[in-house]
């Protein structure tokens, strides 16, 4: 042990000594709190739109309800159109009185971006088929989404590794080309244990300042609470592990007993495959293999429904006309019984077609799964976009809430406007509310996969390095 | 005229001429590039991944092809099988206007996934496009997919990095540097000669690309749908935008390996540049052109439309704008009644409601784009120094795969939707004479479907201005540096 910790003292104050690693160090910990405090500002832009929608929803049903109130008391003289018209349950549930589902960022949502900017975190709910409201996109530049932007998750996946084997890629070599590894290898008994402790002197300063920045940023910028959650001991046990996997990796290559210039050429070779090309072959498979659906079938597939219960109502509205020719044809009822009957049709087709292409979405994910072993990167960023709740389980799980409520505002508002029921306002009171899912309880989804991809590969270079190190020779 | 002619002077008989030194140096360069196995394990896996990125793009655009094709026929058989109704319900169902895939997006596919492909034609409103396919696509698709462009813009700069680094302080190392420059060998020389072997690697991996890319075009477009000529002049000038952005990588490298003390200082100095200009870049790019030209939130922009549309009428009848246009149309008509009209009051209603709507449309709609244009201006402006930032949004523009092709392509279909309502309008004004008044088949056939014709390769030329500068500026830079690197050399 005192071997190892001579070896861990000694390459620590010769690296405090250096310049370079410091700058690296410093530029890592700059770039770690910049991009935690971008991604506040990302959580507060997000929290602000759900707010909006909140008291928007909030104005709207206090209006609604004001009008209501001056329809009973017979201060609305003329007649309101179906549409605007806050007793009709048909329109009400499709429209004037949507819910806003809105998906709150997670504590540590300031940590990885993941499908936040894609995703809207506020749908608003009606009694239409889902693809009228599910698929309102948030504005943004395409090509601010297309380049993506500095968070915590791109400076551990990408710069963090980099800064790891800056440190790390020669620590044999370098002794070796300058001499002295000699010197080393007899300064205890065990060599290989004194080596070791010159890499974890190597490694630790990498990961020690970066899990102390990420420490920092996530208090000063997301609140000391944040440190307290499981979430937070998940995003820490994520750097440690990757971080490891790095040092693993250069500890084997530079244990071949090669020269600086092979062990950087190969550890960057290797860092552009794990880190750059199998993320984008993986993606580029997955798609190929399983192309994400067409959206435009479930769109058409609406409207060929809206277009067939149209025939259908006028059919029936003929036939009903025949036999009472005084009845207005295009009065308030009918539109809202035409209304609610393409509505219904879209419904039943939207619904199959929205399950079709889940399972078609669920084979891609589930290729990517299979495949995503193979690159420690793609597995890291997912586990950190997991961690800060912005990853796809918790947008799945968003979906399936929007799913569950969408049944429940249809069971309400449907039977009311099948009936012709006007809408009051206790109606409003009892109308639906959506129940979002606690932003706390939000972790990490797939730490058994995150130790199967990572850990295995981490210990098993490990293992070489620590082989190469023990049969390593001056010469 | 005497016999006898004059004897060149020895020296000047034995000094090989400028060219043939640089070809010299040149062929040196490539036989040693040629003989380092690992540089050319790793121009073979580049060419094998051109190869797969090449076939995954045209998969994906036949793919897109097919699929927005279908979908376009489909509704148009849904509009045309509407059966008799009012006009105006008519223009409420609408139409559906579908982006026809650019056959060079399966080069780049630039921002096709993060912007929707389809929009909704209907009455009274612009629609904004949907389905991103980036949607469907996961948090593991934000790492990105492989394409073309994705190879050109950063893995072939590393590919240059790496067989280049060396060039200079590698031979300084070795002791040759000097031995060059005492057979007679000037600096200039020296750099032309060792770009020339760099950019003879470029063309190697540009050559198959290029070929590639070509039998893709010709197999993959549709010529009466869109110019052939116009799709190898776009792709001429991708070819050029990639071979200054390549270029400059070449002089940036070489300038470098000059001044470096050692090759580990030049590798690692080369690689934390291409690590900031492929990765560091573009993302604070964004970060900062975000905080510096704001583009407005979906809620603020809708919010926007709906306040300008709340002072026009729609379908309010008990609006004042309503009754003013009323007592406006009486007038000019000289009638008291609308009964007595000569026209159908409810089609000029509906003509003048779209009229004002459409300068809505417009004013908000082109904000949105021109606070796009600021951000895509100020990204590319750090163009000259990390050319990522230039030859992205170049790439994307010639590719018909940025936001402006985008805009293009909405602005297009707005105008199909405005065609649609006028002519649902104007049908109503002449031709409804009462309130059950119901068009048929006929109509919705003379309505045409949308049709797209993108525009040619001068659009994306009149909006590359600030990216072309940029990747000018960067040639020009990088040369200059590198001279001035290789002139510094002091050999014996």
Known sequence: MSAFLAGLRFEARTLARERAPGLALLALVGLTLFSLHAGAVRVETQQRLVDAARAEEAQRYSALKLLLAKIDRGEVREELPPYRDPRNASFAGGGLAARVAALTPAPLALAAFGQSDLAPPVVRVTSASRDSFLFVDEIDNPANLLNGSTDLAFVIVFVYPLVILALCYNLLSGERERGTLAMTLASARRPDVVLAGKLAARALAPIASTLAAVTLGVAIFAGPDALATGGFFGLASIILLYGLFWVAFAGAVDGLGKGSSFNALTLVSAWVVIAILLPAGINSLAGYAHPSPSRMEMTLAARAAATDADRERDAALARYLETHPSEKRGGARERSLRRLATQEAAFQRVESVIARHEAQLDRQRALTDRLIFFSPALLTYRALADVAGTGEARYRGFLDAIRAFHLEWRDFFVPRARDGVPLTAADYDAAPQFRAESATDVGWTHPGTMLLGLGLPTLMLALAAATGYARCRPR | ?492
């Open chain 2, 1 to 492: 005229m005497s016999d006898l002619a004059p004897i060149p002077a020895a020296s000047a008989a034995r000094a090989p001429g400028r060219a043939s030194i640089v070809r010299a140096i040149a062929a040196k360069e490539l036989i040693e590039m040629r003989r380092d196995r690992r540089l050319f394990a790793l121009f073979v896996f580049t060419l094998v991944l051109i190869g797969a990125a090449l076939g995954f793009g045209a998969a994906e655009n036949l793919r897109l092809g097919r699929e927005r094709s279908a979908a376009a026929e489909a509704d148009r058989q849904l509009w045309i099988g509407q059966g008799p109704k009012n006009p105006h319900a008519a223009a409420h169902f609408g139409q559906y206007a579908f982006k026809p895939v650019s056959p060079l997006a399966l080069a780049d596919p630039g921002v096709n996934a993060y912007v929707g492909s389809a929009v909704w034609l209907e009455a009274h409103k612009q629609n904004e496009t949907q389905f991103r396919p980036a949607s469907d696509g996961g948090v593991a698709a934000r790492l990105g997919g492989l394409s073309l462009a994705f190879i050109l813009q950063t893995i072939a700069p590393l590919l240059i990095l790496l067989a280049g680094f060396g060039a200079f302080c590698g031979e300084r190392e070795n002791g040759t540097l000097k031995q060059v420059f005492s057979l007679g060998a000037r600096p200039d020389e020296l750099l032309a000669g060792k770009a020339l072997a760099l950019i003879a690697g470029i063309f190697a991996l540009f050559a198959p690309m290029l070929v590639g890319l070509a039998i893709a075009l010709l197999a993959l477009s549709d010529a009466s749908k869109l110019s052939l000529a116009d799709q190898f002049i776009r792709l001429g000038a991708l070819a050029l935008g990639y071979l200054a952005y390549l270029l400059g990588f070449v002089f940036l490298t070489l300038g470098v390996s000059a001044l470096a003390k050692n090759s580990r200082a030049a590798l690692v100095t080369l690689l934390a540049y291409w690590l900031t200009n492929s990765f560091l870049a573009p993302r604070l790019a964004t970060d900062l052109t975000r905080g510096l030209a704001p583009t407005p939130t979906a809620q603020a922009f809708r919010a926007g439309i709906a306040t300008e549309k709340a002072a026009t009428f729609g379908h309010d009848e008990t609006h004042p704008a309503f009754l003013a246009f009323r007592k406006e149309t009486l007038a000019k008509y000289g009638v008291s009644r609308i009964e007595d009209l000569p026209v159908n009051f409810r089609g000029l209603q509906l003509r003048k409601d779209d009229e004002i709507g459409y300068a809505i449309f417009d004013k908000h709609f082109g904000a949105l784009q021109a606070s796009f244009d600021r951000q895509d201006t100020l990204r590319a402006s750090a163009g000259f120094l990390f050319p990522l930032l230039a030859i992205q949004p170049f790439s994307m523009a010639f590719a018909g795969a940025d936001s402006r092709a985008q805009f293009d392509f909405t602005t297009a279909a707005e105008a199909h939707r405005r065609d649609i309502q006028n002519e649902a309008s104007e049908n109503i004004i002449h031709f409804a004479h009462d309130e059950g008044y119901a068009a048929g088949p006929d109509l919705w056939r003379r309505i045409g479907a949308f049709s797209y014709d993108a525009p040619t390769a001068s659009f994306p030329l009149a909006h590359s201005g600030p990216a072309i500068t940029g990747l000018t500026a960067w040639l020009a830079l990088s040369l200059s540096f590198a001279l001035f690197a290789a002139r510094r050399q002091r050999p014996l």
